[in-house]
């Protein structure tokens, strides 16, 4: 029932797909199922004390500290915080792609599939790294070579780790440009990447994530330096395409609106921290910790008075070395008092499930209802 | 792409002439002529040959006679050795003062670049320190001084090869090794810069997060990429060797057209001048037109547009 | 729920903190070892310059003939006579003394030659891309084609020998002459070099902003476009000095530089040349002085390209 089986019309605008409750649901079936034999693992990304420490000239900058999260097999979670929070370099160490110097994975365990990655040789990471994991990174332009064509250049992972023979592969790659939607993919497969716009570039790091048909994507800011009109088609793109291949999604953004839109949960990290987390619904129905009020509060809103200042929080965020006992939001806070200075407070349960914020004040026992 | 090499082809024209004119007025600021410095001649025999040459016209009819001479292929005659012209002096030795460059070119090409590239991937290790090593050896020593060193160590002390000459290999090896151990050094600073920036850039992670073997890498992307900036700085390499190459003919005692042209100078050999120069200029500029075509050529961002 | 209000004051939480352009260029300098000894052999260079013939224990032209006859006339080894710590060559000049000389002139012949480069080629590049695509810059673009394809060398070769016998080519022991000579070739990089940070610094948005408000055409070029496109050029003036010497030091072994009796490093080589095998410090003394300076500035070249590279900035 779903249109979108044969290859997008070679007419320009790609086809755009509504998918019924009913096909997401069979389609998350279907990813759960496509487990294979006997890991039995709970959920395909399992993440577990994850420290990620930067040894710099001026001091060792701890910028993922102690991150634990899951992401289940076909579900889009969302990591959200402003610039330096840690969220991109939590992506990196779950592919292993922390440059080494200056950085290091201190701690932690990363399970995917059920496999600690973090104990597997360079070569078997290699040999998960565009097969089951697919990476879209921020900035198209920089991100691909600009001396190869973008045939070429998707066709990579393929090659490598599929072993398809040369025509079975060239038919594999112009499947995935038609189907991130580039009109007459054929003919452009010899085209360089300088000769596509930025939304076009995009479309191609979705095909290249894509192309061996990975059980997790990793997601970095995918829309963040694109027109806010391409913004929207991207973003569709990537929920559309991950639906219909049953792919897991770690969206990074800084974006609430994105994330809102995009995803099952959504952590907040802060400082290299988690600072909340839960289903979509609870974080922007009912936030439990005063950061996350601060950013939906800085939402402009239709209803907004023209004229009044934006809202902003004051203050920037901590440098991360020889992070302080205190929690790190408490300098930037309204709400502190002596215990957020003092000592941090932990990732703990609000109302039901598994709804969690690291707060002194929202607790049971906090000074906030 | 072919009204751009077109552009630059026909550009060189003038360019050398404006060289050889250039050349030309210096030369005959020169004090004395091309008389003065051999046996005394009394001034009217003086007087004779200067008329019989053409030395007595001014300079600029001078000038033209030797374009129009030119122009028929004709250099001229030599001042120095009277019983050559200066084409069958040319024919003789410009063969080997291109086989001169042409070995220092590739000596400093395949050795400057992988030296770069081993220290750029081996970056803050070993590697990197040996390969800086051997650079800073390579800029430290003026042309000339490695030639002393290279003689004193490989032919007068280990008697391994000849002090001089152009007959056969053995006496390639230490001019070739003088004339291109700058060089090698400069290539090698110049791509070890290029890789190390080029594996900070974006693209190089994604090619590690398709998992791709670090061979792969390295060659399909960066060394691609780092390579084309090296491409821009080979003209300039070569017209160093080219300008180079005469001191070590002088040293080594190598019959081609560099040492001419010293012995040109201090003869006021006027035509062994001009040709030489123009013969240097013009290699100088074709070669630029060619580094300028290649790295339009392999760059894909200047090739379509 | 509103957070803007009055921030509590960060504690025992530091924050981050910004600093200038100037002041992280130097931090990254300080950080490059090999830059850093660069630098010091810079400096000691420059005081060899211009302290050295101050200090030496001889006038550089003196000829102890007496030292030498004792010593059957021929050139005394370093460390040997205390009144000649490194020795003499054949005629009882004082190497150390020589050396010295050779330092001021090397070290003049660098920095005269980078500021004709400058004088010359920052005019001249700053129109070409001031006013870009006109007559002007075509004129003056095509001049510079013309220079570069000059074989340097030959040039500066040909210059020298040309001037040499006039009282231009004799000023200062034909010191004179090699710095015209040599910065005759020099200016083309650096003018190229200027022009193209025109072209693209003419571009950028805060020009368009100067403008907008009725900055002067001079006033955008000077306080905006100079300061923001002079890094390159340093490094490239700095690069040049290495590139000098070399070539004053060529022109002095074939003898078309700088005259006896002064004694340039390259000259010394030249004249020690011959009597390598017997008394191998005449020349390996004003050997190593010359790798030591070529070395010097080129590290410190190198440190200052990476200290200002501005993609560098924020990162380490």
């Known amino acids: 029932m779903l249109p979108a089986e044969e290859d997008v019309p070679a007419a320009d605008a790609p086809t755009i797909v509504e998918l019924s409750p009913d096909d997401v649901l069979r389609a998350r079936t279907e990813a759960v199922a496509k487990v294979g034999i006997g890991r039995d693992a709970d959920h395909l990304l399992e993440v577990r004390g994850l420290s990620t420490h930067f040894y710099t000239p001026d001091g060792i900058v701890q910028a993922v500290d102690d991150v634990s999260f899951d992401v289940g097999y076909g579900e889009t979670l969302g990591l959200v915080g402003e610039s330096g929070c840690g969220k991109s370099v939590s992506a990196l160490s779950i592919a292993r792609l922390v440059p080494d110097p200056p950085g290091k994975i201190v701690a932690g365990e990363i399970l995917f599939d059920g496999i600690d990655v973090l104990k597997l040789s360079a070569e078997d990471m290699r040999k998960l790294r565009g097969k089951e994991i697919g990476f879209i990174f921020q900035d198209p332009l920089t991100s691909l070579n600009p001396t190869l064509t973008i045939g070429y250049q998707i066709g990579e992972a393929i090659r490598e780790h599929l072993g398809l023979s040369d025509k079975a592969a060239q038919e594999r790659i112009v499947e995935l440009l038609s189907k991130v939607g580039i009109p007459r993919a054929r003919e452009r497969l010899k085209d360089y990447p300088f000769q596509f716009s930025g939304g076009m570039r995009q479309r191609v790091m979705i095909a290249i994530a894509l192309s061996c048909d990975p059980k997790l994507i990793l997601a970095d800011e995918p829309t963040t330096a694109l027109d806010v009109t391409i913004q929207a088609q991207i973003l569709e793109l990537i929920q559309r395409l991950s639906d219909e291949f049953s792919t897991a999604v770690l969206l990074i953004t800084h974006d609430l609106g994105i994330a809102a839109g995009m995803c099952d949960r959504v952590n907040v990290m802060y400082a290299g921290r988690i600072v909340e987390t839960g289903t979509v619904d609870e974080l922007f129905e009912n936030p439990q910790m005063p950061y996350a009020w601060g950013l939906l509060d800085s939402l402009p809103r239709i209803d907004d008075i023209r004229g009044e200042r934006l809202r902003t929080i004051d203050g920037m965020p901590p440098l991360l070395i020889r992070p302080a006992a205190a929690c790190r939001f408490n300098p930037r806070c309204a709400y502190a008092r002596d215990i957020c200075r003092s000592s941090e407070p932990g990732l703990t349960a609000r109302g039901n499930g598994d709804h969690m914020a690291r707060c002194w004040a929202t607790e049971t026992e906090g000074w906030i209802a | 792409m072919g009204t751009y090499i077109l552009k630059r082809v026909l550009w060189l024209i003038p360019v050398v002439f404006a060289v050889s004119a250039i050349t030309f007025t210096l030369m005959h600021m020169v004090p004395g002529g091309p008389w003065s410095s051999e046996r005394a001649v009394s001034p009217g025999v003086q007087a004779k040959i200067n008329k019989q040459y053409g030395l007595d016209k001014p300079i600029p009819l001078q000038y033209v006679d030797w374009v129009v001479s030119l122009a028929q292929g004709d250099f001229g005659p030599s001042f120095r050795y009277a019983d050559r012209s200066v084409n069958a002096i040319i024919a003789d030795g410009l063969p080997k003062s291109i086989q001169l460059g042409v070995m220092a070119f590739i000596v400093a090409v395949a050795l400057g670049i992988p030296l770069g590239v081993f220290a750029a991937l081996g970056h803050n290790k070993a590697p990197d320190y040996a390969a800086t090593g051997i650079s800073i050896i390579g800029i430290a020593t003026p042309s000339f001084v490695l030639a002393i060193l290279l003689v004193v160590l490989f032919s007068v002390v280990l008697k391994w090869f000849p002090t001089g000459g152009w007959k056969g290999p053995e006496t390639w090896v230490l001019p070739v090794i003088a004339l291109a151990g700058y060089q090698v050094a400069v290539i090698a600073r110049y791509t070890r810069a290029s890789m190390l920036e080029v594996t900070r850039k974006d693209y190089i992670r994604t090619a590690q997060s398709k998992g791709l073997r670090s061979r792969a890498v390295v060659t399909r992307h960066m060394l691609r990429n780092a390579l084309i900036p090296v491409v821009t700085i080979l003209g300039p390499i070569f017209a160093f060797l080219v300008t180079g190459s005469f001191i070590i003919e002088t040293f080594f005692g190598i019959p081609g057209i560099g040492r001419y042209y010293v012995q040109g100078i201090a003869g006021r050999d006027y035509g062994m001048i001009m040709a030489t120069t123009v013969i240097f200029a013009l290699a100088v500029a074709v070669l630029n037109v060619i580094v300028d075509v290649l790295y339009a050529f392999i760059d894909p961002r200047i090739r379509y547009s | ?316």
Not at chain 3, 79 to 90: A, E, Y
Not at chain 3, 299 to 316: E, N, S, V
């Open chain 3, 1 to 316: 729920m509103a957070t803007n209000q009055q921030a509590i004051p960060a504690t025992a939480v530091q924050t981050r903190q910004s600093s200038g352009v100037w002041r992280d260029a130097i931090g990254r300098l300080r950080k490059n070892r090999l830059a850093v000894v660069g630098f010091f052999g810079v400096c000691f260079l420059l005081f060899l310059g211009v302290f050295g013939p101050m200090l030496a224990p001889w006038p550089y032209y003196a000829q102890d003939t007496a030292a030498v006859a004792a010593n059957g006339f021929k050139p005394i080894p370093p460390f040997q006579d205390p009144s000649h710590i490194l020795g003499t060559d054949g005629l009882g000049q004082d190497m150390l003394s020589r050396m010295l000389d050779g330092a001021r002139i090397s070290l003049t012949v660098a920095l005269v030659v980078q500021l004709v480069v400058l004088l010359i080629g920052v005019p001249i590049g700053a129109l070409a891309g001031w006013y870009s695509g006109s007559r002007l810059d075509n004129g003056l673009m095509r001049f510079t084609d013309v220079m570069y394809a000059f074989p340097d060398l030959l040039l500066i070769i040909l210059f020298s020998v040309a001037f040499r016998e006039t009282a231009f080519g004799q000023a200062m022991n034909g010191l004179l002459l090699v710095f015209v000579a040599i910065g005759l070739t020099a200016w083309v990089t650096v003018a190229r070099l200027v022009r193209g940070q025109f072209l693209s610094l003419k571009e950028m948005e805060f020009v368009e902003a100067a403008q907008a408000i009725g900055v002067s055409d001079r006033n955008i070029v000077i306080r905006h476009l100079l300061p923001n496109g002079i890094s390159p050029i340093i490094v490239a003036v700095t690069l040049g000095i290495p590139a000098a010497i070399l070539a004053e030091a060529t022109l002095a072994y074939i003898g078309v530089g700088v005259q006896p009796p002064r004694a340039s490093w390259g000259s010394l080589i030249a004249a020690g040349q011959p009597f390598i095998r017997s008394y191998p410090h005449l020349t390996y003394l004003p050997g190593i002085m010359i790798a030591a300076a070529l070395i010097s500035f080129t590290f410190l070249g190198d440190g200052l390209r990476d200290a200002l590279d501005p993609k560098l900035k924020g990162k380490q």
